[in-house]
């Protein structure tokens, strides 16, 4: 899915905005009568307020349509209650009534003077690329005084790239991300904001006042957007280097982020798991379109293992970031060898072509057990 940020004129943005209330105002009526006649199917729904629709909100028949389909949607589920509509819920719009310019813009219906209006929107490369891709509909969204249109594209993948070996990554706090040629990123700008928002927050929680609170949600959004920037700049990195050398990428699976989040107290707070969810989408999403293979890993012991011999023990941890085996002696950033270990595991599944068979594309799972 793409999501352009819309870059309307004062009157562009009025006009959209009440084109978004009356199209909920008029989900709100045709749900009322849904509800009251209790007539929950599309097709008969729109026999009832089609022509009502049209009349008292307006609204042109694409809309009037995509209206009354989003009553009914909203009795799918559950038949037990009158569905209500937020005034400013998305609204979806088709071709006939939403049309991507060349240059940036799209040509869009709104109420104001029942015309479509060209309106400009923020656009990367990148996305420029993917909207060619563009599958049919397109929501208008609002969220934060702001216009989006969200449209899903359908790229095709490109076929798997040959492997030769496999770059595994560990997922962490300290380092934000290692992997298996020694290569960390620190997390140390990311958890210095996190760290100042806290104290921020610690200090106008206690004052409580409506200013402190809008200051609050300001800062976390600053800090979720850096940290999205971060994220899609460490996965891109990861998945270039992968391309480039013809490896896999192994992650531990899911399961491994939840159990190693035995951390000490005052790491908890700067361990705010949706970073690290959306670090691991992003880098099997970027997989994905550059054909890169990413195998999953139990993450039994992987940080406790010793990478040279093999020695499992909790004691080669010595701290957080320093790892010395009790056996052998071989030492090293724990994040680092956490990460060789996951490579091990990830070169055993992608070597096992019974595996490999019932894979999905992009997707292995490895069963294989360290010890
Ligand atoms: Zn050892």
């Known amino acids: 899915m793409i999501n352009l940020k819309l870059l309307p004129s ?14 909920n105002d008029a989900c709100n009526y045709a749900s009322e009568i849904a509800w009251g006649t209790q007539t929950f199917g599309q097709f008969k729904l729109h026999k009832l307020v089609y022509r009502d629709i049209r009349e008292k909100f307006s609204l042109t028949a694409q809309v009037a349509v995509r209206v009354i389909s989003k009553a009914a949607d909203g009795y799918k589920l559950d038949r037990k209650t009158q569905r209500a509509f937020r005034p400013h819920g998305a609204i979806t719009y088709d071709d006939r009534i939403l049309r991507y310019l060349p240059d940036d813009r799209v040509s869009i219906w709104t109420l104001a003077e029942k015309a479509r209006q060209t309106i400009p929107y923020a656009c990367g490369p990148k996305q420029r690329e993917l909207l060619a891709y563009r599958m049919g509909e397109t929501d208008l969204v609002y969220r934060d005084n702001t216009f989006y249109l969200n449209t899903v594209v359908d790229v095709e993948e490109p076929p798997l790239l040959e492997t030769e070996d496999v770059l595994g990554i560990d997922l962490g706090i300290v380092n934000i991300l290692a992997d298996s040629d020694g290569e960390t990123y620190s997390g140390g700008q990311v958890n210095g904001l996190r760290k100042r928002h806290a104290k921020l927050r610690a200090r106008l929680q206690k004052t409580g006042s409506r200013a402190a609170k809008r200051l609050l949600r300001q800062r976390g959004k600053k800090e979720h957007r850096f940290a999205g920037w971060v994220n899609h700049n460490i996965s891109k990195r990861v998945v270039l280097k992968a391309e480039r050398t013809k490896r896999a990428i192994a992650l531990e699976n899911l399961q491994g982020i939840r159990s190693r989040t035995r951390v000490r107290k005052s790491q908890r707070r700067q361990h705010h798991s949706w970073s690290f969810f959306q670090l691991r989408s992003f880098i099997q999403y970027k997989a994905r379109l ?68 019932s894979a999905t594309p992009g997707l292995k799972l490895a069963k294989s057990r360290l010890l």
């Open 290 to 357: 550059t054909g890169v293979l990413v195998v999953l890993v139990p993450p039994a012991f992987t940080s406790q293992r010793c990478a040279r011999c093999g020695c499992v023990d909790k004691a080669n941890r010595v701290s957080q970031s320093l790892f010395s085996c009790v056996r052998c002696f071989f030492a090293g950033n724990s994040d680092t060898i956490a990460a060789e270990n996951i490579r091990v595991l990830g070169r055993a599944a992608v070597n096992r072509p019974d595996l490999a068979a």
């Open 10 to 23: 004062p009157y562009q943005h009025k006009s959209l905005l009440q084109t978004l209330e009356q199209a």
